[in-house]
């Protein structure tokens, strides 16, 4: 049984840091592709940062050079760490476990989610 538990939301300030985490179990997961994905109020699902197993990032353009994706195969857990947050920022964040087809990153399984909230 998969499951994918994330933990580290919370409300910073604009211009604040978080790290968010994701613990995974029942999968292998040295070999297995991982992502964050996020959700805003009115919003559809959007992809965040996802990551290889081989370890070979990729940011949507919205985060670039203010996230990054990283993993520890010996802990089974992938990371998002967050900096200079924005407002816009705002959502649920979720884990994903991802599939490849002709190169397409598709999440497999979610996790419940955890929230993200940058205001003053």
């Known amino acids: 049984q998969v499951q994918l538990v994330e933990s580290g939301g919370g409300l910073v300030q604009p211009g604040g840091s978080l790290r968010l985490s994701c613990a995974a179990s029942?999968?292998?997961?040295?070999?297995?592709?991982m992502g964050w994905y996020r959700q805003a109020p009115g919003k559809q699902r959007e992809p965040v940062a996802t990551?290889?197993?081989?370890?070979?990032?990729n940011y949507a353009d919205s985060v670039k050079g203010r996230f990054t994706i990283s993993r520890d195969n010996a802990k089974n857990t992938v990371y998002l760490q967050m900096n200079s947050l924005k407002p816009e920022d705002t959502a649920i964040y979720y884990c994903?476990?991802?599939?490849?087809?002709?190169?397409?990153?598709?999440?497999?399984?979610w996790g419940q989610g955890t929230q993200v909230t940058v205001s003053s």
């Open positions: 994903a476990r991802l599939t490849y087809y002709s190169g397409t990153p598709s999440p497999r399984s």
């Open positions: 029942g999968i292998s997961f040295s070999i297995t592709a």
């Open positions: 990551i290889t197993s081989g370890g070979r990032t």
